[in-house]
């Protein structure tokens, strides 16, 4: 299949593709962070180019709920509106098989439920991280097989907002600056891509 893994710079899904025989071509704003196939600019210029199949992973930074203390903040509205503009236009690609990704937020109230929800630990990798997937003519991931017992948190927050809270992978990142958390945040687990290759694949 030709297959478009949209807004990835990481290859991670990407490459997951290419090794079960597939053309996948990943395409971001930013230049690929691992050697192979990748289109650097807006992929809305290419989401009409007869894919048989996308996977995308738009931006969350203004839709996710883990940034509700930002919600109202001056300018915060429009670009969330202008974020999920950009959701639905993904979502509502001409391609026959498409797979959004987005942590719970915004999408789950104004659009719809997700048809899936899933943590890196179901598919054999030592970490919480809560995300969501709606899909078209794609079926739900099986992780009967890969399923191993729900890690403990990273840490215990101790800060004056997050006292007592539980923080596992996506606000456990130590040592790295912004750009090098925001990276690796959006990248997706391998066992969580292999899943995605070898059953929609």
Known sequence: MRILIACEESGTVRDAFIKRGHDAVSCDIIPTSSPGPHLQGDVLEIINDGWDMMIAFPPCTYLTYAATRHWNNPGREEKR???????????????EKICVENPVGYPNTVYRKPDQIVHPYYFGESYQKRT???????????????????????????????KGKAIGWTEGIRGMNAKERSRARSKTFQGIADAMADQWG
């Open 81 to 95: 509106t202008a974020a999920m503009d950009f959701f639905m236009s993904i979502i509502n690609a001409d391609i």
């Open 132 to 162: 969501c997937f709606w899909l078209k003519n794609l079926e739900t991931l099986d992780y009967s097989a890969t399923i191993i017992d729900k890690p403990k948190p990273m840490y215990i927050c101790q800060g004056k907002k997050c």
